[in-house]
């Protein structure tokens, strides 16, 4: 198997797969069962850890970090409905645009 761009869309597959999973055998469904509460803030402590490991840690662990961090936000996503597809076409949409642009747009934005 190549390692590409694609494993998120698997792992994506196989977190949705996951909600109906036993939580006593699959952390995914054990997160799911403690609802979105516990998957937002899982997803904050491994962007804090991400942080962490980039100012102080190796490349190693900023690595690791990551793909902890992926894998919550993929939890995070399929709890919520959204698909990894949804987030790529709204980057696509984004792309060639100015980050600073952006962001004014958010402001006038309700």
């Known amino acids: 198997m190549s390692i590409d ?15 109906s999973a036993d939580p ?5 469904a054990r997160l799911y069962a403690k609802g979105i509460n516990k998957i937002a ?6 962007a ?6 980039a100012v102080a840690q190796g490349n190693d662990h900023v690595v690791r970090e990551s793909a902890d961090l992926l ?3 993929l ?9 990894p597809s949804d987030v790529w076409e709204e980057l696509d949409r984004r792309f060639g645009t100015s980050g600073v642009a ?9």
Do not use: N
């Open 48 to 53: 804090v850890e991400t942080t962490i490991a």
């Open 5 to 19: 761009e694609s494993i998120l869309a698997k792992l994506f597959d196989v977190v949705k797969e996951r909600k």
């Open 75 to 83: 939890v995070l996503w399929a709890a919520k409905g959204v698909s």
């Open 71 to 73: 894998y919550h936000l």
């Open 41 to 46: 803030q899982k997803l904050g402590e491994e």
């Open 24 to 28: 006593e055998s699959s952390y995914t």
């Open 102 to 110: 952006v962001k004014e747009a958010r402001k006038k934005s309700p």
